[in-house]
């Protein structure tokens, strides 16, 4: 078997027995989760934490989505559930991530322990095993002794796998490629070494991008922690949205200069080419499985406190009935637009073998999907950017990522500028103020 599984989904006369309620408001649902295992999707208040694991589903290469889905539909497949909530995230619920390289790995993890909340509606799933569904859980009930949320004490930043002017050189590289006709645009990512004092706690990392970010999705899954401004695909219903992000300049500080930034950014003929080339990899990913699609003629400015970036939501309607194939998961979504020109560039398979060439660096799970898929197959999918991964070996370590789109008007040192820009979020986070 291809995918490790936990023996929980192994036993066959112990289904995966799911119960989900209505609770009280929660209050923060990043304050729930423990130290250890805290898996998060979280945006403006709203979303998803777990923590345990009924269900562990891992795999490796080329069909790591696939198979991943297929193991999650077996172990659905005689779960005894019983949702008295009905939205978007309550029942049964797997977060997962996954590589961005085709040798990648991929991970789905069912919790035991689930907390949503939508609007004003919270929720409590449990997941486990046993002969019949029992009484209604309560928040009380499944919560562990609170743990203090620990700073990882100072923290010294070092290079990764290149040091800064290695990296420009890298720059240069792609550029030329593209003056050269290889490609149109290349993604190149860059990654920094943090070591703290102390062993890293997972959730102040969290709770502080989830303050200073709230219009990004925070999230950790399986050691992958950051907040992401790129939603990769949301499904809904058979609605689908994507939130494609290219195009970035620097913000100052200062208000009215930023606006000024912001309509620089906006008539950039450089990030306009970079922004079309990743809004249309992604209409031409969802155009077969739509019966429509809607692309906004010009992006918008998206205002984060670090950066500015030109983005587009583009939307489809999904393609549904009996004389058509069965309507694809939010992850089978996420398996076919991955990698998008965004995270990648174009043409697809250019760019991935030029930045195997030249990047010098395993991505791992950067620039792959992160997120979450419910048992009917919706779910959201962002894209691992301005995240960085434990050290399953040390817990004091954690590797940073970055990343920018290369066009042939790029310029090496704007790169490098515009990289340092993209790692500050997380070099806040793990700052003591």
Known sequence: MTAEMTATSRTALHPLVVRTVAIDDPGALLD????????????????????????EIRTRGAARFAEAERDWQDALQHAVVRDEVGLPGSGPVAFGSFGFADNGAGVLV???????????????????????????PTLASVLDPPEPVLSPGAVSFTDGALTAAGWRDVVAQGVAAIRAGEVDKVVLARDVNATADREIDPRWVLSRLAADYESCWTFSVDGIVGATPELLIRSDKGLVTSRVLAGTIRRTGDDDADLARAATLAHSSKDL?????????????????????????????LHLPNVLHLASDVTGVLVGGPEHSPVPSSLGLAAALHPTAAVCGTPTVAARALISRIEGMDRGRYAGPVGWIGADGDGEWGIALRSAELDPGDP????????????????????????EAKLEPMRNALAIN
């Open 273 to 301: 080419e970079e922004h079309e080339y990743a809004v249309a990899s992604v209409a031409h990913s969802l155009e077969p499985f739509c019966s429509s699609t809607n692309v906004p003629d010009v992006p918008f400015v």
């Open 32 to 55: 729930l989760v423990p130290r250890h295992e805290a898996l998060a999707w979280v945006r403006r208040g709203d979303g998803l934490v777990g923590w345990g694991r009924a269900v």
């Open 396 to 419: 004091r370590r954690l590797r940073l990522f970055a990343g920018c789109g290369i066009v042939a008007a790029s310029d090496p040192a704007d790169e490098l500028a515009e990289s």
């Open 110 to 136: 069912v919790p035991r322990v689930v907390v949503g909340r939508r609007g004003s509606t919270a929720w409590l799933t449990t997941i486990g095993t046993a002969a019949r569904i029992g009484p209604a």
